[in-house]
């Protein structure tokens, strides 16, 4: 019945790296680009990672979109969802990097061709046959491709699929707070999966004093985000790891691997994409939220995070396989 493990939908489009780590937007002098988008990453990531993924989104018919389908492809994603758009170009995000934890982005998208998927340029096939369907935020910015990205979920669901979501918070990208807020909740009872950062978790907690150190305020944030909608919530924490909470048992703080990081860009989508290949089954019955797997589930997705972090780019940086495996051999006796 599943002819993919993980369907992820939303951006794809050019990361514009910074030459230079330590200076803010406006006193960067040169820029390089990555291919990048948050679902596209977690789309390589996890085909990198033995799955079998696809991704559906839109990019401009131009030189940009051509060589990220074709990467796409070469990274052994089916890319049969993905459309082209000849009258609105690649969407690309501006990068700096005032230290290698913080980023700042501006995005060049007003339109983006990511901005202009429809209803109707839905691959329903691809859809129906997926257990895991992923997105993020950026596509519930605006029409039409937020009513794209609600059918897709509509469709998904009723298959059976599982829908994950990263919020992927960016302000900017957004009117105001509040309305991203009003789209993220309307969105958050269909989600199973929910993956935020310590500041999506305040807001979409409203508990702003949350202390990432302290286990209860983690708790306190997840349980607020749980009654929301999600089955689990998993708050990603940087340098000091991961928490989790499902509703079917109690939290637990994972802790971190100590690397040398020199990129933070693309760490929270590996992450996801180490934790959704945990989960998927590979039974043709789906996936599940098991509390027994879950510790070691998102042990490996700090893993791939942590590895990811020891190199430039995004997608570039995405390990494979064996690097995970290896890896995580010589780290067998920590955490969990």
Known sequence: ????????????????FPGEVGKRLEEVRSFYPKPG??????A?????????????????????????????????VNTAGLRFNPQVRTTMAIIAQPTIDEAEFVFYRNPGADQTLTVEELDHSILRSSKILHMGTLSLT????RSATHEAIRIARGAGALISCDVNFR?????????????????????????????????????????PGRVDDLETAA???????????????????????????????????EVKSVDSVGCGDA???????????????????D??????????????????????????ALPKLAEVEEFLKKHAGDGP
């Open 1 to 16: 019945m599943f002819q993919f493990d993980i369907v992820c939908l939303g951006e794809l489009l050019i990361d514009m």
């Open 37 to 42: 988008g948050a679902p596209a990453n977690v």
């Open 44 to 76: 390589v990531a996890a085909s990198r990672l033995g799955t079998k993924t696809a991704f559906i989104g839109k990019v401009g018919e131009d030189h940009f979109g051509r060589y990220l389908a074709q990467l796409l492809k070469e990274e052994g």
């Open 142 to 145: 605006d029409e039409p491709a």
């Open 171 to 211: 302000p900017a990208l957004w009117r105001d707070a509040g309305q991203a807020l009003n789209e993220i909740e309307r969105v958050l009872p269909e989600i199973k999966l929910l993956k935020v950062n310590e500041k999506e978790a305040r807001l979409l907690s409203g508990f702003e004093h949350m202390n």
């Open 223 to 257: 349980e607020a985000i749980l009654s929301k909608g999600p089955e689990l919530a998993v708050i990603s924490l940087g340098s000091a790891g991961s928490y989790y909470k499902a509703k079917s048992g109690a939290g637990q703080l994972v802790e971190p691997f």
């Open 271 to 289: 992450f996801v994409a180490g934790l959704l290949t945990q989960i998927v089954s590979g039974d043709g019955k789906g996936v599940g939220l």
């Open 291 to 316: 509390a027994e797997i879950l510790p070691g589930a998102v042990r490996f997705a700090n893993g791939v995070g942590a590895i990811t972090s020891t190199t430039k780019g995004a997608i570039p």
